[in-house]
């Protein structure tokens, strides 16, 4: 069993690297740190603070995480993060990614995230790309593993007609504007 996430939420924390100054909340179960006063957690919590990007995330979970390139589950909701930044694709291992609440405007940045091999659960909703006719449509087809978006399940149907329409994209449809 893994240990319980390591939780920097509400900290008002206005930058990835400010997290390293905090220290992480105890829940139910607490964290226990190993000999390094590193924790064993493969979950991470950043959500409700104030980060408008994610300079220094790498560092930020090595300074945190036993095994940061492990990590499987990141809350960065409800910050003010206006991109989805390519350090995200540093994290093979990342099956649930929350960014719901930011400020993401640009939706062609989603495709990026298709080369993490397992994600299979994100929320974007309350982000600018959520405003795009296009948008449920443009993330199911960037992530070939999506089982949830939105906390919504990804159904067989729904792929199929995802499919469907990326083709027609490909041949003169625009998928690629953002809100105006």
């Not at 309350?126 to 006719?133: H, L, R, T």
Request: charged share 20%.
């Amino acid at each position: 069993m893994y240990s319980p996430p390591v939780d920097l939420s509400f900290k008002d924390i206005s930058s990835v690297t400010g997290a390293l100054a905090e220290v992480p909340r105890s829940g139910l179960r607490p964290l226990k740190p190993n000999s390094k006063g590193k924790y064993s957690s493969h979950s991470f919590r950043l959500s409700n603070n104030n980060i408008p990007d994610l300079v220094g995330l790498q560092f930020m979970l090595g300074h945190f995480l036993a095994q940061p390139l492990k990590l499987g589950w990141l809350d960065l909701s409800f910050n003010k993060i206006t991109c989805i930044e390519p350090v995200l694709c540093e994290l093979r291992e990342l099956r649930v990614l929350y960014l719901h609440g930011n400020a993401i405007w640009n939706l062609p940045e989603v495709d990026r995230l298709g080369e993490l091999p397992y994600l299979h659960s994100i929320t974007l909703h309350g982000n600018a790309i959520d405003e795009n006719k296009n948008y449920r449509n443009r993330v199911i087809s960037a992530l070939p593993h999506l089982k949830k978006l939105d906390y919504s399940s990804v159904t067989c149907d729904e792929r199929r007609m995802v499919n469907i329409w990326h083709q027609g994209s490909k041949h003169g449809g625009n998928t690629e504007q953002s809100p105006q």
